[in-house]
Every structure is written in C-alpha cells, then in structure tokens.
C-alpha cells in the first residue's frame, strides 16, 4: 500500500520561507515522478512542481519559479519544496503526489497516489 506523508507546513509571516516535505512507503520515489500542488479554499488545484524520478528533470509554475525549489533525497525516500518569499496568496494546503510513469507533468489528473495534504498559513 502506498502512502505519502507530507510535514512541514504551518504559519509563517509575508516573505518567510518553510520547507515542505512528502515521505513515501510503499513506494520508491525514485523510480516515479513526484509533483506537489496546492488547492486554497473554494479554488481548484494548482500545480507548483514537479521532478522525474533520477531528479535530473523539473518543472515549475510561473507562479512559483524562482521562489520554489523541488528536490528529492532518495536515501530517505523523500522528496522536498523549499518555498522562500511566501506570500499571502501562498496560503493553502499542499499536497504531494506520485505519477506511475517516468515523464514527468502538470497535470493533477495523472497522478496515481496523493498524501493527506499540509496547510500552510501565510500572515500579511
């Protein structure tokens, strides 16, 4: 069974930074795409990033670009969204994913397996 656990949300100031992070069991993230999205409230979800499994290939939103980075640590089966310059509009739950193929995508519909989602708070 797989599941995706994502820590590290919470409350920050306008142009704060937090660190996001999706463990994986059941699965090994290497070997498959992980995207992260967010979804406020009453709004549908957004893609932000995403990393092939060998990590050598990302892709951003223009949202996000330049402030958000994606990573991974495939010793710990984890992968990573630092996020620096938050801004209110930042505000959301974020959520990982996983894609069962080794292309990598924005599309929320082609991931396969999703955590429980984090929330992060953004004061102005």
């Known amino acids: 069974q797989v599941q995706l656990v994502e820590s590290g949300g919470g409350l920050v100031q306008s142009g704060g930074s937090l660190r996001l992070s999706c463990a994986a069991s059941?699965?090994?993230?290497?070997?498959?795409?992980t995207g992260w999205f967010r979804q406020a409230p009453g709004k549908e979800r957004d893609f932000l990033a995403t990393?092939?499994?060998?990590?050598?290939?990302?892709h951003y939103a223009d949202s996000v670009k330049g402030r958000f980075t994606i990573s991974r640590d495939n010793a710990k089966n984890t992968v990573y969204l630092q996020m620096y310059g938050l801004k209110p509009e930042d505000m959301a739950v974020y959520y990982c994913?996983?894609?069962?193929?080794?292309?990598?995508?924005?599309?929320?519909?082609?991931?396969?397996?999703w955590g429980q989602g984090t929330q992060v708070t953004v004061s102005s």
């Open positions: 059941g699965r090994t993230l290497r070997d498959y795409v």
């Open positions: 994913a996983s894609r069962t193929s080794p292309y990598i995508s924005d599309n929320y519909s082609s991931y396969d397996y």
């Open positions: 990393i092939s499994g060998s990590g050598s290939s990302t």
